[in-house]
Antibody, heavy 124, light 106 residues
């Protein structure tokens, strides 16, 4: 059974940094792309970033480009999201999800399963 | 970025009803449209992928259709466990944007 467990969330001041982790099990980690998606309180889903199975190719939403960095360590079966220069509107539950493909270039894809999420609160 | 617009934003229906949710893309996404359901306090799960393919284990009362810019999720014979918020997502081109969601109340 596939499991994804996020960690690293918490309270951070505006302008601060945080690194989220997503520990994966139950599948060959290097064979699948992964994504980060967030959900602000009471709001919808916002796709943030995706990374190929090899870790060589990444994409970002404009809202986080230049501030957030996605990476993965295939030796540790762990996905990361380094978040810098955090703002109040970054407050959200952050989910990682396994993609159905290895690369991030094909359009035929979906995200499943997802982790349980980790809450990031940006406030002074 | 491709904008995804769902309608309605919310609906209330009864057990046994047929429910239809629509999703419109700001430009063509061909067939690359997924549907997810999220229950309160839980992570989303995929129901339909690539417009009309039912994820294994998802009841056959769920179906998806459409292509280009207009897509539909249909739930026939609505069941009590079908409550939640439904999201569409395009994967034609990154960022793989979501619709704003449709909340289904039973």
């Amino acid at each position: 059974e596939i499991h994804l467990v996020e960690s690293g969330g918490g309270l951070v001041q505006p302008g601060g940094s945080l690194r989220l982790s997503c520990a994966a099990s139950g599948f060959t980690f290097s064979n699948y792309a992964l994504v980060w998606v967030r959900q602000a309180p009471g709001k919808g889903l916002e796709w943030l970033s995706g990374i190929s199975g090899s870790g060589e190719t990444t994409f970002y939403a404009d809202s986080v480009k230049g501030r957030f960095t996605i990476s993965k360590d295939n030796s540790k079966n762990t996905l990361y999201l380094q978040m810098n220069n955090l703002r109040a509107d970054d407050t959200a539950v952050y989910y990682c999800a396994k993609d159905s493909r290895t690369t991030v270039t094909e359009a035929w894809r979906w995200s499943d399963p997802w982790g349980q999420g980790t809450l990031v609160t940006v406030s002074s | 970025d491709i904008q995804m617009t769902q309608s309605p934003s919310s609906l209330s229906a009864s057990v046994g009803d047929t429910v239809t949710i629509t999703c419109r893309a700001s430009q063509t996404v061909y067939m690359y449209l997924n549907w997810y359901r999220q229950k309160p306090g839980k992570a989303p799960t995929v129901l339909i992928y690539v417009a009309s393919n039912l994820k294994s284990g998802v009841p056959s009362r769920f179906s998806g259709s459409g292509s280009g810019t207009d897509f539909t999720l249909t739930i026939t014979s609505l069941q009590p466990e079908d409550f939640g918020t439904y999201f569409c997502q395009q994967t034609y081109t990154p960022p793989w944007t979501f619709g704003q969601g449709t909340t289904v109340e039973i």
